[in-house]
Nanobody, 119 residues
């Protein structure tokens, strides 16, 4: 079992930055692939970033977001720069065994953290 807890969400103006953090716990947490996803109201949950290939990103955030992992602290951070109103969503971290952008491939999820970007 892996437990995930996100933190760092909030309200920010367009063009600003936020840093999300996900802390993993559980005996085998360090062995999992980690990903960040988001879900806006009325939309499906979408992949944002993953910890494989030195950072894998969706086209919508590439060049603006950066994922990093600290194995010693069991954390995965998402640095978000140049935020846009369309980035407004609940952001989730997830742990799985596959290098995948599909939410269904991740059995472990955090509770989510709200990010709101005002125009």
């Amino acid at each position: 079992q892996v437990q995930l807890v996100e933190s760092g969400g909030g309200l920010v103006q367009a063009g600003g930055s936020l840093r999300l953090s996900c802390t993993a716990s559980g005996r085998t947490a360090s062995g999992y692939i980690m990903g960040w996803f988001r879900q806006a109201p009325g939309k499906e949950r979408e992949f944002i970033a993953g910890t494989w290939s030195r950072g894998r990103y969706s086209d919508s955030v590439k060049g603006r977001f950066s994922i990093s992992r600290d194995y010693a602290k069991n954390t995965v951070d998402l640095q978000m720069n140049s935020l846009k109103p369309e980035d407004t969503a609940v952001y989730y971290c997830a742990a799985g065994a596959s290098w995948s952008e599909r939410p269904s491939e991740y059995p472990y999820w955090g509770q989510g953290t709200q990010v709101t970007v005002s125009s």
